[in-house]
């Protein structure tokens, strides 16, 4: 059974920081790409960053250079860094894997930045 759990999430000041984790289970992990991405208040979930299974990542423009997406394959986890925040931040933030063409989700964990 496929398991993505995301923890981290909280209030923050805007220009602070935060770290979001994902715990994966039921799905060989070393061998999928895994993601993240955010749905801010009413409106449509949106990529954030992806780390693919080789090591390569990429960023959404808005939060290039604030964020970094890793990984460890060991723990199966796979983490956010998100530094500078601004309150356009502010969504449920969710970790993804694309298992055999097939969307996985987490339950999401939400992020507040205080202006």
């Known amino acids: 059974q496929v398991r993505l759990v995301e923890s981290g999430g909280g209030v923050v000041q805007a220009g602070g920081s935060l770290r979001l984790s994902c715990e994966a289970s039921g799905f060989s992990f070393i061998s999928y790409d895994m993601a993240w991405f955010r749905r801010p208040q009413g409106k449509e979930r949106e990529f954030v960053a992806r780390?693919?299974?080789?090591?390569?990542?990429t960023y959404a423009d808005s939060v290039k250079g604030r964020f970094t997406i890793s990984r460890d394959n060991d723990k199966r986890t796979v983490n956010l860094e998100m530094n500078t925040l601004k309150p356009e931040d502010s969504a449920v933030y969710y970790c993804?894997?694309?298992?055999?063409?097939?969307?996985?989700w987490g339950q999401g964990t939400q992020v507040t930045v205080s202006s």
């Open positions: 993804n894997a694309n298992i055999t063409g097939r969307a996985r």
């Open positions: 780390n693919t299974w080789s090591g390569d990542r």
